[in-house]
């Protein structure tokens, strides 16, 4: 396995030991908590599933690692537990930080409120405008964060401006690429530092596990890991297998979503009782151009506002039939949700509308039924308002 291979080939081969395990075509559980000890010196060389050096931690880890032509990868109980031990390995107490002002609402609340407590600052900034960056630059600045498509308003930020501002100030880039995923961006490929997944959605795809994921150099890896290890936020090994098979499909699953997102999307667009329609692909977005430049595709998502109050977005979401009203995204399945109410609940009101997050903004995760029934669905659910 090289880097010639392509991503598709990756997906089924990276990381697979050379000699399968008792002939196993498929990676087995390894259902053990404790190893035998072998003569390890440094405690987080030894054999334990805390310490995410298991068999199904480090097939996980190689194949994870090629699919963003990166040295090395780990994964997470969580797609928080992946973003705050990556933002503590390299805080702390006195350091200031760079984000952008619209972000996933778990991470936006995890540096608002638990940061403080720690004496870490955070400045939020328009990702997409350069241009007053520096002015926010501080001696003890130590890395920007931003996310690749943002959660929930879909814009695809000026990532090659990140990246060039982290390294002509010496600072770290962290970027959240649970969104675009692999297929559709390679952070590590493009200069980033540290890219991000929220496993539980589409790198897993089955809305059957919860896990994350951090992908980079050795060294940078190397220092989440030894934090992760004390913090306690190991995958166990069942949801690793889960996560293995998962990513699989990846890109099976990813071309569809890609495909129906933008086909809804731009039947959204046409409607007129649709107000505003949030999706990179299409060519009114303010992101299009950019997208376009920087992805191999726009996503399995999309956000819209229809024409009424909250009441009325209710009232859709209500008569949807193939869309479940749930939080999280990127299954095989359609789900739909306002974000106010689960994925940045905790965010303040006026923190969201800050962000740009409407009360009465819907987001949709699409799945990969075929979307001209999910078209259907959403035609009739909008003759109900």
């Not at 072998?38 to 030894?46: E, F, K, M």
Request: glycine fraction near 8%; charged fraction near 20%.
């Amino acid at each position: 396995m090289t880097e010639k291979h392509k991503i598709e080939t990756k997906l089924i081969h990276a990381g697979e030991p050379k000699e399968k395990y008792g002939g196993a075509v498929n990676m087995p559980i390894f259902q053990s908590s404790t190893y035998e000890y072998t003569g390890q010196s440094d405690y987080h060389d030894i054999k334990y599933i805390r310490l995410n050096n298991t068999p199904n931690h480090i097939v996980l880890h190689k194949k994870l690692a090629a699919l963003e032509n990166a040295e090395d990868a780990l994964v997470t109980a969580s797609g928080m537990a992946a973003i705050s031990a990556s933002l503590l390995t390299f805080l702390k107490s006195g350091d200031h930080f760079l984000a952008h002002k619209s972000l996933y609402g778990g991470t936006h609340t995890f540096i608002t409120n638990d940061f403080p407590d720690l004496n870490i600052e955070c400045d939020f900034i328009d990702a997409s405008d350069s241009k007053r960056w520096e002015e926010k630059l501080r001696p003890e600045t130590k890395l920007i964060y931003v996310e690749t498509i943002t959660n929930p308003l879909l814009n695809v930020l000026d990532l090659n401006a990140v990246v060039a501002f982290a390294k002509k100030h010496s600072i770290l880039s962290l970027i959240d690429n649970t969104f675009a995923t692999p297929i559709n961006y390679r952070p590590i490929e493009n200069g980033f530092d540290l890219s991000l997944h929220s496993a539980t959605k589409y790198l897993n795809g089955h809305t059957d596990i919860v896990a994350g994921v951090v992908i980079g150099s050795k060294d940078l890896v190397t220092k989440v890991k030894h934090k992760l290890n004390h913090l306690g936020g190991s995958l166990n090994p069942n949801a690793c297998f889960l996560l293995h098979r998962g990513l699989k499909t990846l890109a099976l699953r990813m071309e569809r979503q890609n495909d129906n997102s933008l086909k809804i999307a731009k039947f959204l667009g046409m409607h007129p009782k649709i107000r505003i329609v949030n999706h990179p692909g299409l060519e009114s977005n303010s992101s299009h151009v950019r997208a376009s430049a920087l992805l191999d595709g726009f996503g399995g998502m999309v956000s819209f506002e229809v024409d009424g109050d909250v009441i009325v977005a209710d009232t859709f979401i209500s008569n949807l039939t193939l869309f479940t009203n749930a939080t999280s995204l990127g299954g095989t399945e359609s789900l739909v949700t306002r974000p106010v109410l689960t994925s940045h609940s905790g965010m303040s009101k006026e923190d969201r509308e800050t962000s740009g997050i409407k009360d009465e903004l819907i987001r949709m995760s699409i799945g990969i039924e075929a979307v001209e029934d999910l078209i259907a669905d959403i035609v009739n659910a909008l003759g109900k308002i």
